[in-house]
């Protein structure tokens, strides 16, 4: 796949999953991967802008696959930026579906 196909991949995982904490379908620009499982390899946020390998950190440079992208949404999680900011607060005990309903009805 190239770089273009890999970024629509990402954006379009983003469009039809729901937010794993309050549930809402939500625009890409509105969700975030947050990474809650092993080694994270790269940023997938800059899929398909300029970034193609895998940081020599992590494993040495290896060309963007498919296979690799779809490895790393596997340790993370798909919030919204609301529940991304809640998590990131520590206050997930929280419901966040409430305060901001009307941003997303």
Same mark, same amino acid.
């Given at each position: 796949?190239? !770089?273009?196909?890999?970024? !629509?991949?990402?954006?379009?995982? *983003?469009?039809?999953?729901?937010?794993?904490?309050?549930?809402?379908?939500?625009?890409?620009?509105?969700?975030?991967?947050?990474?809650?499982?092993? *080694?994270?390899?790269?940023?997938?946020?800059?899929?398909?802008?300029? !970034?193609?390998?895998?940081?020599?950190?992590?494993?040495?440079?290896?060309?963007?696959?498919?296979?690799?992208? !779809?490895?790393?949404?596997?340790?993370?999680?798909?919030?919204?930026?609301?529940?991304?900011?809640?998590?990131?607060?520590?206050?997930?005990?929280?419901?966040?579906?409430?305060?901001?309903?009307?941003?997303?009805?």
């Amino acid at each position: 796949m190239t !770089q273009a196909e890999l970024r !629509q991949f990402v954006l379009a995982y *983003k469009e039809v999953n729901p937010c794993v904490d309050c549930g809402k379908h939500l625009a890409y620009w509105f969700m975030e991967f947050d990474h809650v499982r092993g *080694k994270k390899l790269f940023n997938l946020g800059s899929v398909g802008f300029g !970034q193609q390998n895998v940081r020599p950190e992590h494993g040495g440079f290896k060309r963007l696959t498919l296979e690799l992208v !779809q490895t790393e949404i596997a340790k993370c999680e798909l919030v919204c930026i609301w529940c991304s900011k809640v998590r990131l607060r520590g206050d997930k005990a929280t419901p966040l579906t409430s305060k901001v309903r009307w941003l997303v009805s």
